[in-house]
């Protein structure tokens, strides 16, 4: 039996990140512990009203959040606040599967158009690569809001 995980970023805007991801991935936003969240209502505003009536105070209130797949498959990814900034490259990065089942220039095009979405949602596209058969169908590196690079592939 496998074993879940999660996947944890550390990041200076938690919630910031978490809508970027959020977008990326097709994930959603969990409501609060307890708190049955209405269909149409944003979960962070969710959040906001759960946390001023805790009296989280406001310094706090963005220090995690989180994102599960709203069909259960994927696992949850959590962005926790630290002070540092990213100093050198990732060590593990996502790599997300922008073009299954594509090759050549279909799949090459599915990834640009990847690209082009994640760019205007605010990742930053680094390097194209392209298809080397049999090793590499090709794919784009890029870079999250906060620098964390993660591949389209």
Not at 39 to 49: F, R
Request: proline share 10%.
């Amino acid at each position: 039996m496998s074993l879940e995980f999660q996947v944890t970023f550390d990041c200076h805007d938690p919630r910031a990140l978490s809508i970027f991801w959020r977008d990326v991935l097709d994930y959603v936003h969990p409501g609060p512990p307890g708190v049955e969240v209405p269909d149409g209502v944003d979960p962070l505003d969710a959040w906001d009203e759960f946390l001023e009536r805790a009296q989280v105070p406001l310094e706090q209130r963005n220090s995690s959040s989180a994102l599960i797949d709203p069909e259960g498959r994927g696992p949850r990814i959590f962005f926790q606040q630290v002070p540092e900034g990213k100093q050198a490259k990732n060590r593990v990065h996502l790599d997300v599967r922008a073009a299954p089942g594509l090759a050549g220039d279909e799949r090459m095009t599915a990834l640009e158009a990847s690209c082009e979405r994640l760019t205007a949602l605010g990742a930053v596209r680094v390097q194209r690569f392209e298809p080397e058969p049999p090793f590499s169908g090709g794919f784009i590196v890029m870079r999250d809001p906060e620098g964390n690079e993660f591949c389209l592939d």
